[in-house]
């Protein structure tokens, strides 16, 4: 039996929560606001250390005929291993983990171009605001023709007047005349079910936001 697998890049800014959004998401653990899933995906010690990925990791999300998560649903006080999600999976997602430091662009770039992905996942931090690594990394997927979607994470711990002109920021990047796009906040399952059928025709550019400690958004 072929298992359908969706590839999705995981980029932008360093310390916009991406590690962490992998690791709540394919884990099944809500974060503890200090890292504790992100240490669940890193391959190497110095990144454990700095908190920062510096290689190209790939993490699945599995989920069975019926529609569940295998991840999660094992019977045992533990996330299932890679192996186990992807004997029980009839459909998976791969995350692939990409740098978002500078000094690493030429590996985000190489895990762009050479893990093939099926889409994008552009991670902006609420607190943060547009860095120049996000406008980078938006450049490689436009570059690439790869459709995409922005994830907005730490919007437990962003004040919202600085929430709000990062969304007025991001939606200025995503409307100008050079990148074309129709950003859409999703909000709700009726959204998603929206989105889903648009994204694909490479304008419309659907916003999530999420807490990966609260759970906000993360459904």
């Known amino acids: 039996v072929t298992t359908l697998e969706v590839r999705i890049a995981v980029i932008g800014n360093v310390d916009s929560g991406k590690s962490t959004l992998v690791g709540v998401l394919t884990k099944g653990q809500l974060d ?6 992100r240490s669940l995906v ?3 010690r110095h990144e454990i250390e700095s908190g920062r990925t510096s290689s190209v990791s790939q993490q699945v999300m599995g989920f069975s005929a019926s529609g569940e998560i295998t991840n999660y649903v094992t019977g045992i006080a533990r996330p299932a291993t890679q192996q186990e999600v992807v004997k ?3 459909k998976m997602l791969t995350f692939i983990d990409l740098a978002g430091h500078e000094h690493y662009l030429k590996t985000t770039i190489f895990g762009m171009t050479g893990a093939l992905p099926d889409y994008g996942m552009l991670m902006l931090g609420a607190n943060m605001g547009v860095q120049r690594m996000t406008k980078e990394h938006l450049g490689i997927a436009l570059a690439l023709n790869l459709p995409f979607f922005l994830v907005v994470t730490k919007i437990d711990i ?3 007047h600085i929430l709000k002109q990062t969304m007025k920021k991001m939606r200025g990047i995503l409307k100008s005349r050079n990148v074309n796009k129709m950003p859409f906040r999703v909000k ?3 959204d998603v079910l929206s989105v889903v059928k648009s994204i694909h025709g490479g304008r419309v550019v659907p916003v999530f936001r ?3 400690v609260t759970g ?3 459904d």
């Open 32 to 37: 503890n606001g200090r890292g504790s899933s």
């Open 42 to 44: 890193f391959r190497h």
């Open 88 to 90: 029980n999976s009839s």
């Open 158 to 160: 962003a004040p919202v």
């Open 188 to 190: 709700n399952m009726g």
């Open 210 to 212: 999420v807490s990966n």
């Open 216 to 218: 906000e958004g993360l």
